[in-house]
Nanobody, 122 residues
């Protein structure tokens, strides 16, 4: 069992940066981690993911080159550094955990945090 708590969301102007954190309990180091987001009236979508051993990562095309996912297994935390933010990045951001390999599919993830709101003003 893994419990996840996101933080770091807020209001930022376009072009600005935010860093989201996700603190985990349980066997964090054995899980692949993902960040997802859900904008108003939209389905939840994959943003970024990282394998349990930090050997691989993946990004949605819409955030490549702007967002960076990282994890600190010693401190049970995964991060999402978001730079050059755009109004279309406005969403509730969720972190999620799954066993075994990294996946881009929402339905593959077993554990979810409660989400943190990110609002980007133009």
């Amino acid at each position: 069992q893994v419990q996840l708590v996101e933080s770091g969301g807020g209001l930022v102007q376009a072009g600005g940066s935010l860093r989201l954190s996700c603190a985990a309990s349980g066997r964090f180091s054995s899980y692949a981690m993902g960040w997802f987001r859900q904008g108003p009236g939209k389905e939840r979508e994959f943003v970024a993911g990282i394998s349990w051993n930090i050997g691989s990562s993946a990004y949605a095309d819409s955030v490549k080159g702007r967002f960076t996912i990282s994890r600190d297994n010693a401190n049970n935390t995964v991060y999402l550094q978001m730079n050059s933010l755009k109004p279309e990045d406005t969403a509730v951001y969720y972190c999620a955990a799954k066993g075994e390999r990294l996946s881009l599919k929402t339905y593959d993830y077993l554990y979810w945090g409660q989400g943190t709101q990110v609002t980007v003003s133009s």
